[in-house]
C-alpha cells in the first residue's frame, strides 16, 4: 500500500505538471482515467483488509457474545459478519466463513425461539417486528413464518376440537346460563350435530383471521401470505378428521342434502376468507415454496386456500353419482304410486279411479325431484359431474316408468280385466240385464291423459337438462381453457377443478362439445321416453280392452240361444222375425254411447294421436281410433261366435239375419265399415232356403255356416 501510495503521488505530481501541457490531449485524459482506476483499487483494496479484520475479530468473539443471550447484540454482530462475508464472497480463503455464518444463524434462531414464539403468543407487536426485521436481513423469513404458523395452528386446532366436548351435550347446556333449567319431567334434547357446529367453527375462525391479518400485516413483509399459509396448514391438518365428521353426519337416505347443506355453508366460508385475505381481486400470489405447507406445486395462493378448505368434500365429489342415485331412488320409493288395500268389500273402480289420481299426482313429483337433483349437482360439484348425472337420471326415470308397467298390471287384476279377456273372465258373467258402468271407461281415459303428461313432461325434462348444460358449459369449458383467468374470479370456478382428475376434466370437456350437437342434446333421456310411449301404448290396449268388455261378455252367449234351434213359430214374439234379440241390442246402445263417453276427449292434444295415417290421410285421433277398433273387434268378435254355433234352422237363421242387420245399421251410425264376410252371411242368410247359393261360391266361414243350416232343417217324422 505505501509503495502504490508514492507511486501515485509521483504519478499525480507528473501529471498536475504536465496537464497544462497536454491540455486537450487524448494522451492526457487517458493518464486521469489510470489514476482514477488505480484510486478505486486502492479504497477497495482498503475495504477489503478492513472486512478482513472485522471478521477475523468476529469469529474470535461470536461464542461470547453469543453466551450473553442478548438478541440485539447478536443480531448486530451477525449482520456485520454478514456484510463481510459477502464483500469477500470471491476469496477462496474464507469460503468457511459463510458456512460459520449459517451455523451461528441458526443458532440464532434456535436460542431465540422461545422469546419469539413468547411475542408471538403474547401479541407483543414490537418485539415481533424486530424479530421479523432480523430474519429477513439474514433471509430466513420463512422460518420465521413457520415459527408463526405453529404458534397459530394451536388456536385453530382448539377451535376445532371443541365439537368432541359440545357433540356429547344437550341443546340446553350450552345455552346461557341465565336461562332456566330445564324441568325434570321434560325429555332430553338432542345432542349437538356436526351440522349445526360447523358454521360456529367457521365464525371462529373468521375472528381468527380477521385478528390475524390485521397483527401480521404490521410485523411481517407481506401479512396476507403468512396467514394464508397459516389457513392452509390448519385445514390440511384437520382433513381426515373432516372427512369422517362428513361422513358420521351425512344421512344415507338424502346423503347429498345433507352434504350440500355442509358445502354451500363452507362455499360462503372461503368467499368470506378470500376476501378477507385480498384474494379475491385480479393480482395473483404465489404461496411461499420454501414454507413446507402441503400446497399444489404451481397452484396460485388463492386456489391453494381453496383446495386446503374444501379439501374433507373431495371424497363427496368423487362418489356424487352413487350418492345421487341412492337419494332420487329413496325418494322415488315415497313417489311411486300404489293401488289402495284390497279386500272383498273393496270396489275395483274406486280402486281404479283412487290409482290414476296417485299416478297423476306422481308425474310432477317425480319430475320436480330430478330437477333438484340437477339444481344439487351445479351446486355441489358447479357441473363437473353432468355426464355421469344423465346415467343416473337414466336408471332413476327408468325406475319410474317400469313401475308404472307393474301398476297398470294391478289396475288390470285390480278391474277384473285380463289381456285376452276370455269367457272364464269375470266380465263375461255378468248378468246381461246389468247396465255397463262407465266410470271405469272414464278413469282410463284419465289414464291416457296422464300417460301422455307423462311422455311430455320427460320431453320438457329432457329439453330443460340440455339448456341447462349449454348455460353450465361456457363457464366449464372456460375454466378449463383459462385456469388463469376465470377461475382467479371467484372460489365456485374451483369446484370444477377440485372434483375430478385432469383425465376427467378431458372426458368432461369432450362431453360438453358434443352437447353442441343438437341431435345429441334432444336424446338425453331417448330411452326413457321411449319406454314412456311403451306405456302410453300399453293404457291404450287397456282402454279398448276395458270398453270392448261389455260386448265381449254379451257375445259369449250367442252360440247358446235357443233361437238357433227353432223348428216352428211358437212365439208370436218374433212372428215376423224383425226384432232383434236383447244381446245385440244391448252391444247395438253400448256402441252408440260411446261417441257421446269420448266427446269430452276429442282433442288430440289431451290424448294424442295413436295412428299414424287416417282414413283421410291425416293423423287420426285418439277417439276415432277407439271407435273404429272397438267397432271392427266387435264384428270379428261376433262372427267367431256365429262360427261356434251347433246348427241352424231356417228360423234361426232368420233370426241371425235380423241381428246381424241390426249391428250393421249400428255401425253404419258409427262410419265403421262391416266386414264383406258379415256382410257376405247375411246376404246367404237373407235369402229364401230353397235359392240358397251353394257353398262353391262362398268364402269357408259361410260356407260352412251353410251347412250348419241345412244340418238344421226339419226332418219328416
Known amino acids: 500500500m505505501k509503495k502504490n501510495a508514492e507511486s501515485l503521488k509521483t504519478k ?40 478482513v479484520l472485522t471478521l ?27 456484510e ?90 350450552l345455552s346461557s346460563s341465565l336461562s332456566p333449567a330445564p324441568s325434570p319431567s321434560a ?41 394464508s399459509n397459516l389457513l392452509i396448514r390448519a385445514f390440511n391438518s384437520i382433513t381426515p378428521a373432516f372427512r369422517k365428521r362428513l361422513e358420521d353426519t351425512i344421512n344415507p337416505n338424502s346423503p347429498v342434502d345433507d352434504a350440500l347443506a355442509l358445502y354451500t355453508v363452507t362455499i360462503h366460508f372461503v368467499s368470506a376468507l378470500l376476501a378477507k385475505l385480498e384474494l379475491g381481486h385480479a393480482f395473483e400470489l404465489r404461496a411461499d415454496t420454501s414454507v413446507p405447507v402441503h400446497t399444489p406445486e404451481g397452484a396460485d395462493l388463492k386456489e391453494a386456500v381453496t383446495q386446503a378448505v374444501l379439501g374433507p368434500f373431495k371424497e363427496l365429489h368423487r362418489r356424487y353419482a352413487d350418492l345421487e342415485l341412492t337419494q332420487l331412488d329413496n325418494q322415488l320409493e315415497h313417489i311411486k304410486p300404489g293401488l289402495l ?16 289420481t296417485r299416478v297423476e299426482a306422481s308425474i310432477s313429483k317425480v319430475v320436480q325431484a330430478a330437477e333438484e337433483a340437477l339444481e344439487r349437482c351445479l351446486a355441489f360439484t358447479a357441473g363437473s359431474a353432468l355426464p355421469a348425472l344423465v346415467q343416473t337420471f337414466r336408471e332413476y326415470f327408468m325406475g319410474y316408468v317400469q313401475h308404472l308397467f307393474n301398476v297398470l298390471s294391478a289396475l288390470r287384476s285390480s278391474a277384473i280385466f285380463d289381456n285376452t279377456l276370455g269367457a272364464d273372465s269375470a266380465m263375461s258373467t255378468l248378468p246381461q240385464d246389468e247396465a255397463y258402468n262407465w266410470g271405469i271407461f272414464a278413469s282410463n ?77 334432444c ?25 270392448f268388455s261389455f260386448v265381449k261378455s254379451c257375445l259369449n252367449a250367442v252360440p247358446k240361444l235357443e233361437e238357433w234351434k227353432l223348428l216352428k213359430n211358437a212365439n208370436p214374439r218374433i212372428e215376423d222375425f224383425n226384432t232383434p234379440l236383447p244381446y245385440i241390442t244391448k252391444i247395438g246402445e253400448h256402441l252408440l254411447t260411446l261417441p257421446g263417453q269420448l266427446e269430452p276427449f276429442i282433442d288430440d292434444s289431451q290424448l294424442g294421436a295413436v295412428s299414424p295415417k287416417g282414413a283421410a290421410g291425416g293423423v ?33 237363421a232368420k233370426q241371425l239375419a235380423v241381428d246381424i242387420a241390426y249391428l250393421v245399421t249400428v255401425l253404419g251410425a258409427l262410419a265403421v265399415t262391416p266386414s264383406p264376410t258379415l256382410t257376405s252371411l247375411l246376404s246367404v242368410l237373407q235369402e229364401p232356403t230353397q235359392t240358397q247359393r251353394t257353398g262353391d261360391t262362398l268364402d269357408l266361414f259361410v260356407s260352412s255356416l251353410v251347412k250348419k243350416l241345412r244340418l238344421g232343417e226339419p226332418q219328416q217324422v
Open 445 to 521: 281415459l284419465r289414464l291416457m291423459q296422464v300417460s301422455n303428461q307423462l311422455v311430455r313432461a320427460l320431453n320438457g325434462f329432457n329439453d330443460g337438462f340440455a339448456a341447462a348444460v349449454g348455460q353450465q358449459k361456457l363457464l366449464i369449458l372456460a375454466s378449463l381453457s383459462a385456469p388463469g383467468g376465470l377461475l382467479a374470479s371467484s372460489p365456485l370456478n374451483y369446484q370444477v377443478r377440485i372434483s375430478i382428475t385432469d383425465q376427467q376434466l378431458q372426458q368432461l370437456r369432450s362431453w360438453l362439445l358434443s352437447m353442441e350437437d343438437r341431435t345429441m342434446a
Open 523 to 547: 336424446h338425453i333421456l331417448a330411452g326413457v321416453v321411449q319406454l314412456a310411449n311403451t306405456f302410453t301404448t300399453a293404457v291404450q290396449t287397456l282402454c279398448f280392452d276395458v270398453v
Open 620 to 652: 287420426t285421433s285418439f277417439a276415432a281410433q277407439c271407435i273404429q277398433t272397438v267397432g271392427r273387434a266387435t264384428v270379428t268378435n261376433f262372427l267367431q261366435r256365429i262360427g261356434e254355433i251347433p246348427a241352424l234352422t231356417p228360423l234361426g
Open 12 to 51: 499525480t505530481q507528473s501529471c498536475e505538471r504536465s496537464l497544462k501541457e497536454l491540455s486537450g490531449n487524448q494522451k492526457g485524459l487517458s493518464e486521469i482515467l489510470n489514476m482514477e482506476r488505480a484510486r478505486v483499487n486502492m479504497e477497495s483494496t482498503c475495504e477489503a483488509l478492513r472486512r
Open 84 to 173: 463481510c462475508v459477502a464483500e469477500l464472497k470471491g476469496v477462496p480463503q474464507f469460503a468457511s466463513s459463510l458456512t460459520r455464518l449459517t451455523a451461528l444463524e441458526e443458532r440464532l434462531e434456535a436460542t431465540s425461539r422461545p422469546q419469539i414464539l413468547s411475542a408471538f403468543k403474547n401479541y407483543d407487536t414490537q418485539a415481533s417486528q424486530k424479530y421479523a426485521a432480523v430474519f429477513e436481513q439474514m433471509g430466513r423469513s420463512s422460518q420465521l413464518h413457520t415459527l408463526y404458523t405453529n404458534c397459530r395452528l394451536v388456536t385453530i386446532h382448539h377451535a376445532w376440537d371443541k365439537f368432541g366436548v359440545v357433540a356429547s351435550l344437550p341443546q340446553h347446556a
Open 341 to 356: 288395500a284390497s279386500g272383498s268389500g273393496a270396489d275395483p273402480f274406486a280402486r281404479f279411479d283412487e290409482t290414476v
Open 56 to 82: 477475523q475479530e468476529i469469529e474470535s468473539k461470536v461464542d461470547s457474545i453469543f453466551q450473553t443471550n442478548n438478541f440485539d447484540q447478536i443480531a448486530a454482530t451477525l449482520k456485520t459478519m454478514r
Open 187 to 227: 325429555s332430553p334434547a338432542p345432542p349437538r350435530v356436526f351440522a349445526d357446529w360447523l358454521p360456529e367453527f367457521y365464525d371462529e375462525v373468521t375472528e381468527v383471521v380477521t385478528t390475524e391479518i390485521t397483527w401480521a400485516n404490521q410485523v411481517f413483509t407481506n401479512g396476507h401470505l403468512v396467514v
